[in-house]
């Protein structure tokens, strides 16, 4: 498995300072993995336990930093998704992000 | 003699302290009876021709007498029939799994989506759980979910969906514009299987390609392996190559496209293959115009009354299917979601056209449940003869 989508990496960097919205998989003890992602700087948001993933946010930076982190296995952005009816996907489309 | 001529439902109608002074009745007759000869009750009656029968009105005392008269052989109650059902449950011929006694009755489903409206009346008392992972609480204010729900589980009478007494279970990931983000759509998905339901309906997705390793499409994958069936949209995206998104690429889900009620694939079912070459949706079913239940306040959709609206998508496609795995599960208890995908793939009847666009083809509620294969097309006048086309047809079930 990749750590990372090389468009996503190229993203982080070009933009340190930026909020996201991160899945991070982890390796081993997911509350281990929680208290240091908050030592990091994440703010952990929700973790799951059927794939061992934590839902974070972050800067771009500390994105970056995760990478380099053994038990973090990989990282991927925390996406938008919609109702896929007709007229919901053109709402949800045009306001996306807007509930944020 | 008397009680046994009398159907039981009619009894009991007439033994009730509210019994109204008229009761709708059909009368069987004695075969070789003349319609003249027939030995009526009340006014007006409607003879029958074709069975020895007439439909008519009588009082619990009139039925008492016709039921010693030695003329006639059985009485029913002429019950309301229920009418019309939704088209494309019919296009699937999902009613003939109910006539075979199967309705989801019990089976625990999920719908993860936008809510649910609980006050419409073809979810009453069978709502189980509703759970909101947005923070605008789990009431639908988007109509998506409701609409959802009522294609997999509404009650109606005219609009019914695919398994009207399947218990629900509704995750609210996606907020009142009709989008979420994957984590809280994770999140519906892990409380739905803490529920432990057995089938979890996802009409939702992003925008495609992908290979079915991202975490939303791994945690659908997950969730099979505790057993659940995941029926998930191949998502609105098409008609252009490789268009289908996560989670419509996880590798165990079954992934649904959208067709109409005559089988033309609809213009906006997203396509396969998924980025690492696998062959996407898996079937099709049908997601255009289709009437289900509309949550009070909310716009979504064309209305066509105060309760139900109408709307296409794969969205509308995918429910079709959560449904109809109700119904499997109901009749099979002990199918794994491997097996309802397989049984739902290979029954399905094949529309010819390219695997990436139809998936196996579009599914069909009665032949899942039966679990033989539709019977392929006929072949071409003149070969290979009339016998052997009959022998085919036998071998495939029909």
């Known amino acids: 498995m990749r750590k990372i989508e090389a468009a996503f990496h190229k993203r982080l960097k070009e933009c340190p300072d930026q909020t996201v919205r991160l899945l991070v998989r982890v390796t081993g003890d997911m509350s281990q993995a929680t208290t240091r992602l908050t030592e990091l700087g994440a703010t952990v948001l929700r973790s799951f336990g059927l794939t061992n993933t934590v839902a974070v946010t972050c800067s771009g930076s500390t994105a970056a930093a995760l990478l380099q982190e053994p038990w973090v296995q990989a990282i991927e952005e925390d996406r938008q998704v919609f109702a896929q009816s007709n007229g919901a996907e053109d709402r949800g489309s045009s306001q996306g992000g807007k509930h944020d | ?398």
């Open chain 2, 1 to 398: 003699m008397t009680e046994i001529k009398i159907a039981s439902a009619l009894a009991e109608q007439m033994a009730a302290p509210d019994a109204p002074e008229e009761h709708r009745i059909i009368v069987r007759y004695k075969q070789d009876l003349t319609i003249a000869g027939r030995p009526l009750a009340g006014p007006s009656p409607h003879h029958f021709v074709l069975v020895p029968a007439a439909a008519t009105r009588a009082t619990s005392e009139q039925i008492r007498r016709l039921a010693v008269n030695p003329a006639v052989e059985r009485i029913w109650p002429d019950l309301p029939v229920r009418t019309c059902l939704d088209a494309s449950a019919a296009h699937i011929r999902a009613p003939l799994v109910w006539e075979a006694g199967f309705t989801g009755r019990g089976v625990p489903v999920a719908v993860v989506d936008t809510g649910i409206d609980p006050s419409h009346p073809d979810f009453a008392g069978r709502i189980k759980g509703m759970e909101d992972f947005t923070g605008e609480g789990p009431r639908d204010n988007h109509g998506h979910g409701t609409h959802v729900a009522g294609i997999v589980a509404g009650a109606g009478t005219k609009y019914r969906g695919i398994a009207p007494e399947a218990d629900i279970y509704t995750a609210k990931v996606l907020h009142g514009d009709g989008s979420g983000y994957m984590s809280e759509v994770m999140a519906g998905l892990e409380w739905a299987v803490q529920q432990q339901v057995k089938v979890i309906n996802l009409s939702l997705g992003g925008m495609g390609p992908c290979d079915g390793t991202d975490a939303l499409s791994t945690t659908c994958d997950a969730a099979v392996d505790r057993g659940v069936m995941v029926c998930v949209a191949a998502g609105n995206y098409g008609p252009g190559p490789s268009s289908i998104g996560p989670p419509g690429c996880a590798r165990k889900v079954l992934t649904v496209g959208a067709c109409s009620n005559d089988d033309v694939i609809a213009i906006f079912s997203a396509r396969g293959p998924t980025s690492d070459g696998r062959v996407k949706p898996d079937v099709v079913m049908p997601g255009v115009d289709i009437v289900s239940c509309r949550a009070q306040g909310a716009g979504m959709g064309t209305p066509v009354d105060a309760l139900y609206t109408r709307s296409s998508g794969t969205s509308m496609a995918t429910p079709h299917a959560a449904g109809v795995a109700a119904l499997l599960l109901e009749a099979s208890p002990d199918l794994s979601p491997g097996q309802i995908k397989e049984r739902l793939m290979n029954t399905a009847k094949d529309l010819g056209l390219e695997a990436n666009t139809q998936g196996e083809g579009r599914a069909d509620a009665y032949q899942a449940y039966l679990g033989e294969p539709h019977a392929p097309p006929l072949p071409p006048p003149g070969s290979p003869g009339c016998l052997v086309s009959i022998l085919q047809l036998l071998m495939a079930g029909r």
